[in-house]
């Protein structure tokens, strides 16, 4: 079992940044691969990055060039560092952990909102 704890969300203008916190606990931190979501309002989640536990990041199209993902095992903490925010950035950012082996092995914390505007 792994629980998952989102912070850094909040209102910021466009053009400004802000950094997204999941503290995790429970498991093997090492062990999953670590992922951020995000939703808005009458859409679906989507996939904005991905970190796996030992590769390559990966991240949505939309926000390349912008967001960052990072971690820290040593403190069980990953990270999405966004700048250049948009407006269509505001959404419910999500934090996922997913075992490296046994995909059912699948949490979610409670989600952290970003609102964009002026």
């Not at 390559?56 to 560092?81: C, E, H, P, W």
């Not at 505001?90 to 075992?99: K, Q």
Request: glycine fraction near 10%; include cysteine; proline fraction near 3%.
């Amino acid at each position: 079992q792994v629980q998952l704890v989102e912070s850094g969300g909040g209102l910021v203008q466009p053009g400004g940044s802000l950094r997204l916190s999941c503290a995790a606990s429970g498991s093997i931190f090492s062990a999953y691969n670590m992922a951020w979501y995000r939703q808005a309002p009458g859409k679906q989640r989507e996939l904005v990055a991905t970190i796996p536990s030992g590769g390559k990041t990966n991240y949505a199209d939309s926000v390349k060039g912008r967001f960052t993902i990072s971690r820290d095992n040593a403190k069980n903490m990953a990270y999405l560092q966004m700048n250049s925010l948009k407006p269509e950035d505001t959404a419910v950012y999500y934090c996922n952990a997913r075992h490296v082996a046994y995909a059912r092995y699948d949490y979610w914390g409670q989600g952290t909102q970003v609102t964009v505007s002026s």
